[in-house]
């Protein structure tokens, strides 16, 4: 738990050279809310109340946790213990880990403790050199908000080359290199180089490169930090992910999911790939920046369908969009109609990308507190499925997690739902680690408390 990411923006003119078929479509569809599933965490066993969170939605390996909307009875304390102050925590699922990098980042102190409904327990602890963890500008991509510690699979922690066993601390080194970006898709670590070459490996074998395919713009892939973990789409019961926004690749064979664009590659601006329950789409924007959306079958191949983006937003907004995949029909009904059914937020954000406020749909527009400190810029914005409970929280950047959040609000209420014996204006943070299991961290004391909705 410990800021800003940034949402990549559109060019002033055209692409040149190499560059003409460049990313400018992303911005303008992180804008009209396509990338619901932009920031992810692998889903991981419940730490209590009788629910497996590691049981994937039908078609849909990696989503979000959305907060329950018991939360709207308040917060009360089932645990609370002391770890090292002015520490960053880190939580993935089943664990919590704390990086105490002192006056020397390069001899860290690394340690991590097993999570349960009764607390958290010390398993093992190491040195690592952290000197580099906000993004080591030296290396091929040059990336300064890098994750530095990413979860792959069930039990491996990634950082930079070593891998560690998360329940004894065992290490193994990772078959690439240190200059490598490196994304997760479920049990699959996908390893690209700046020229743009992609290699995955299995968890189950680390060693073995399982395929190989190709990235376009990986150096602009890699500066966004929600880009670490891939979402994973289940169709006909085989694995798939977007890599590098353009592409469908089969995680276990690395087959790619063929896509015809049916205009000129002179006439396109940009693009970006997206999932839907029953195919695939295109947002694609021509140079004038016309906006077009394609769907395609679950197979790829010609679209069967195209229509112009219609649902406009103003340029300092975004959406927060339900947590489950939508059919095609739904992404008509969105951007074709402007329905905002399939929406559970529409943010405001200043020229940062920091949230001042969140319009909850069918609820009211939520005023964000405005902090001072270093982590003043609340950009991760989650809202409950029925739209009652609203978290703000920081990017995933130095939050390491992206369910990290500093406020949680009562949508119908308007009120911030307060934590006993944490407090936000001193620094609190919090992690949603199941939907109704919060850890609350403050830094000088170095107290860490679990919570449950009261009641």
């Known amino acids: 738990m410990s800021s800003q990411t940034a949402s990549p923006g559109r060019s002033a003119s055209p692409p040149v ?3 003409r078929l460049g990313p400018r479509a992303i911005g303008a569809a992180i804008a009209a809310g396509l990338l619901a599933f ?3 965490l692998g889903g991981g066993l419940a730490l209590g109340g009788g629910t497996d969170y590691s049981i994937p939605p039908p078609t849909d390996l990696v989503t979000y946790i959305s907060p329950s909307p018991a939360w709207t009875a308040g917060a009360e304390q089932t645990w609370t213990t002391t770890v090292a102050a002015n520490a960053q925590v880190i939580a993935v699922p089943g664990h919590l880990l704390t990086l105490e990098t002192g006056d020397n980042p390069a001899d860290a102190t690394l340690t991590a403790y097993a999570l349960s409904d009764s607390g958290a327990t010390e398993s093992w602890s190491a040195q690592v050199d952290a000197s580099t963890d906000a993004g080591d500008t030296s290396d091929d991509f040059d990336i300064p908000m890098k994750p530095a510690y990413l979860m792959w699979g069930k039990n491996t ?3 930079d080359t070593t ?3 998360l329940d004894t601390g065992e290490t193994r080194e990772a078959p690439w290199s240190s200059s490598d970006g490196v994304m997760i898709a479920d049990d699959v670590a996908i390893a690209c180089a700046s020229g743009g070459e992609c290699t995955a490996y299995r968890e189950d074998q680390p060693d073995t490169a399982q395929w190989t395919a190709t990235m376009e713009y990986p150096k602009r892939y890699f500066q966004y930090a929600s880009n670490f973990y891939q979402t994973v789409f289940v169709r006909d019961g085989q694995r798939y992910c977007i890599l590098g926004n353009r592409t469908i690749h089969n995680i276990d064979t690395g087959e790619r999911v063929p896509l015809t664009i049916p205009i000129p590659e002179e006439n396109i601006a940009g693009y970006a790939t997206y999932a839907a329950t029953d195919g695939w789409m295109i947002y694609l924007t ?4 016309r906006n077009t959306v394609y769907a395609f079958p679950p197979e790829g191949g010609e679209p069967i369908d195209s229509y112009a ?3 406009t937003l103003a340029n300092n907004q975004s959406v927060v969009n339900i947590y489950r995949a939508r059919s095609q029909a739904e992404l008509k009904e969105r951007f074709a109609n402007g329905s905002t059914e399939t929406l559970l937020g529409i943010v405001n954000r200043d020229d940062s990308n920091c949230a001042q406020s969140v319009d909850v749909i069918d609820k009211r527009t939520i005023e964000v507190t405005q902090f001072t400190d270093d982590l003043s810029c609340l950009s991760a914005i989650h809202v409950s499925e029925d739209r009652t409970v609203m978290t703000a929280g920081l990017g995933a950047a130095d939050a390491q997690d992206v369910l990290t959040f500093r406020l ?3 949508a119908d209420t308007g009120e911030q739902i307060t934590f006993p014996g944490m407090d936000p204006d001193s620094g609190a943070l919090f992690d949603l680690v199941a939907t109704d299991y919060a850890i609350g961290y403050d830094p000088p004391t170095g ?3 679990g919570y449950r909705p009261a009641g």
């Open 163 to 165: 891998l560690y066993d």
């Open 38 to 40: 932009g920031a992810v």
């Open 309 to 311: 983006d219609s649902a």
């Open 447 to 449: 107290t860490l408390t």
């Open 157 to 159: 922690l990634i950082h």
């Open 408 to 410: 949680m609000y009562n």
């Open 286 to 289: 021509e140079f004038g920046d």
């Open 17 to 19: 050279g190499p560059d």
